[in-house]
């Protein structure tokens, strides 16, 4: 009937000449589940003043929710997820122009998902449920570029979302993702286009269900109308 949560975090951030270092702890503490450390570290070495390498490693912990653990779609005996991650990331940044590239490996345990093929809450749809071992590892390419009072963007990723117990596909988690999108100021307005591509991914875990893949194009709008507005 009542659920805290408390959590405390400490950073650290040192700069000198063409290397950067920043440290962080983190102490949960769960009425439920008990106490939890994470922490990361990760380091930035400027190459030239416009290439910059970058590396950092972390460990992560989420618990489920109450709707995940209670609702009709909810399975009470959910444990929290905890990971571990890692990436090497190298970037450029040049006047009007920038681009990036960041591989990563992410590996976490408990990985709470929504599962159609679960049942044992006796609902159609589904529940949620978890996935004991789960790695995403991939690669992220990312650029911009200003022509004029255009700024040009776009992002591509590329993943491989395993279920490390049974080697298949993670359930509704698509190999490519991809962004492009372009924004000008006009009249003290901010306008923009945005399209969002997604690949197929699998609806369920024995990966027999396909769900093709989609596009979503954005447009957007906005301009202050007050100082805090």
Do not use: M
């Not at 769960?30 to 970058?54: C, H, M, Q, W």
């Not at 490693?57 to 959910?78: C, H, I, K, N, V």
């Not at 490996?105 to 004991?132: E, H, K, M, W």
């Amino acid at each position: 009937r009542s659920r805290s949560q408390d959590a405390l975090a400490l950073g650290y951030g040192f700069h000198a000449g063409a290397h950067t270092l920043q440290l962080n702890v983190r102490h949960d503490s769960d009425s439920e589940f008990g106490g939890k450390n994470t922490g990361s570290v990760a380091y930035g070495y400027a190459i030239t003043p416009t290439l910059r390498a970058t590396a950092s490693a972390g460990t992560a912990f989420r618990a489920p929710t109450l709707y995940q653990r209670f609702s009709a779609y909810g399975d009470a005996s959910l444990k929290p997820e905890t990971g571990r991650n890692v990436e090497l990331g190298l970037r450029y940044a040049s006047g009007a122009t920038h681009a990036g590239v960041v591989a990563y490996r992410n590996r976490v345990s408990n990985l709470i998902v929504f599962d159609s093929g679960y049942t044992a809450c006796n609902q159609s749809f589904g529940c949620y449920n978890s996935v004991g071992r789960a790695e995403y590892e991939g690669v992220t390419f990312s650029a911009g570029h200003r022509i004029g009072g255009v700024t040009l963007r776009g992002s591509i990723d590329l993943q491989s979302p395993k279920d490390l117990t049974t080697g298949r596909q993670l359930q509704r988690r698509a190999r490519r993702h991809a962004t492009f999108g372009a924004d000008t100021v006009l009249a003290g307005w901010t306008l923009g286009a945005e399209v969002q591509a997604s690949g197929r991914r699998f609806e369920n875990a024995a990966n027999t269900q396909v769900l093709g893949g989609y596009t979503l194009v954005n447009l957007y709008a906005s301009t202050p109308v007050a100082r805090d507005f």
